[in-house]
């Protein structure tokens, strides 16, 4: 069992950045490869980026990549989503989530993998 707990959203103004974490509990973060999802009003959850294991692959959803990077420090239990050049498209909840199952990248987009997912937390980008 793995509780998935974001923080850092808040209301911005476009263009600047926002770094947001998520802190896993248990001992075998380091056996999931985590993924970050994002929701509008009225929107499909939407593929943000996902990473490994070991953090040494990552990808990304098109409408965010070269803007956003993803990371983890497996010693803490926590992935970070650091999101630059912030735009009012990207005004969204943004979830957190795990998975045991897929070890390819091209994966890491398939929200039906996740087996555990966080509360959520906002990310309101004013223009």
């Known amino acids: 069992q793995v509780q998935l707990v974001e923080s850092g959203g808040g209301l911005v103004q476009a263009g600047v950045s926002l770094r947001l974490s998520c802190a896993a509990s248990?001992?075998?973060?380091?056996?999931?490869?985590m993924g970050w999802f994002r929701q509008a009003p009225g929107k499909e959850r939407e593929f943000v980026g996902g990473?490994?294991?070991?953090?040494?692959?990552?990808d990304y959803g098109d409408s965010v990549k070269g803007r956003f990077t993803i990371s983890r420090d497996n010693a803490k239990n926590t992935v970070y989503l650091q999101m630059n050049s912030l735009k009012p498209e990207d005004t969204a909840v943004y979830y957190c989530?795990?998975?045991?199952?897929?070890?390819?990248?091209?994966?890491?987009?398939?929200?039906?993998?996740?087996?555990?997912w966080g509360q959520g937390t906002q990310v309101t980008v004013s223009s």
């Open positions: 990473i490994s294991r070991s953090g040494g692959m990552t």
């Open positions: 248990g001992r075998t973060f380091s056996s999931y490869a």
């Open positions: 989530a795990a998975q045991s199952t897929c070890y390819i990248v091209t994966c890491y987009r398939a929200i039906g993998i996740y087996d555990y």
